[in-house]
Nanobody, 112 residues
Framework: QVQLVESGGGLVQPGGSLRLSCAAS????????MGWYRQAPGKERERVAT???????NYADSVKGRFTISTDVAKNTFYLQMNSLKPEDTAVYYC??????WGQGTQVTVSS
């Protein structure tokens, strides 16, 4: 089974940017959907952004216009570019493929 490893999280000031990466141990071509989710303390995990094979994307209302999901199939990697970050974006971010394969998570903290 393919394994996922996230990277790129960290501490950033409000208004700043981060790019998260999700590297797969094998080909991601076979998966119909890839996505990013997040879970803040005391809250349920929520969908942030998804991309479907063929390129169709979908975003949570809270991140539309600020976050962009993209893929690099040749590198078996997909990304989440996060701009104009807000304190409420603070959470552990998880990548997912095929609805059932999850990464270990990477912490994003937005604070001054």
């Amino acid at each position: 089974q393919v394994q996922l490893v996230e990277s790129g999280g960290g501490l950033v000031q409000p208004g700043g940017s981060l790019r998260l990466s999700c590297a797969a141990s094998g080909s991601i071509l076979g998966f119909r959907t890839m996505g990013w989710y997040r879970q803040a303390p005391g809250k349920e995990r929520e969908r942030v952004a998804t991309i479907i094979r063929g390129g169709s994307t979908n975003y949570a209302d809270s991140v539309k216009g600020r976050f962009t999901i993209s893929t690099d199939v040749a590198k078996n990697t997909f990304y989440l570019q996060m701009n104009s970050l807000k304190p409420e974006d603070t959470a552990v971010y998880y990548c997912n493929v095929g609805s059932s394969v999850w990464g270990q998570g990477t912490q994003v903290t937005v604070s001054s």
